[in-house]
């Protein structure tokens, strides 16, 4: 209010509706830090679970399946033929395929 004031701003001339006018510059950008201040918090307490029940509850259980097996298996047997070409099969240089 004291920044309104040295800025020209006559808070308490004028009748009850001049005056509320002269209010909102000093009313608005309170009321938009009030929102944008418990939004944040709203925000904080929802990331720590705060108000959360002790038991936790997902939506669904994670269970493994046949498909995740299978994916397993493919991914041991892909990481275990890399592993066998990498030592015994011979890669060739790039000379070679130029004939140098």
Known sequence: ??????????????????RIRN?????????INAIRRSL???????SRAWGAIEKRTNLYTLRIRKADYL?????????MIGAYVWIYVPI??????LGL
Request: no cysteine; hydrophobic share 55%.
């Open 1 to 18: 209010m004291d920044a309104q004031k040295a800025r020209g701003l006559e808070l308490e001339k004028g009748n009850f509706l001049k």
């Open 23 to 31: 209010y909102i510059p000093i009313l608005i950008p309170l009321i």
């Open 40 to 46: 944040e918090l709203a925000e904080a307490m929802e």
């Open 71 to 79: 994916l397993i298996a493919a991914s041991v047997s892909i990481l």
């Open 92 to 97: 060739p240089s790039i000379t070679q395929f």
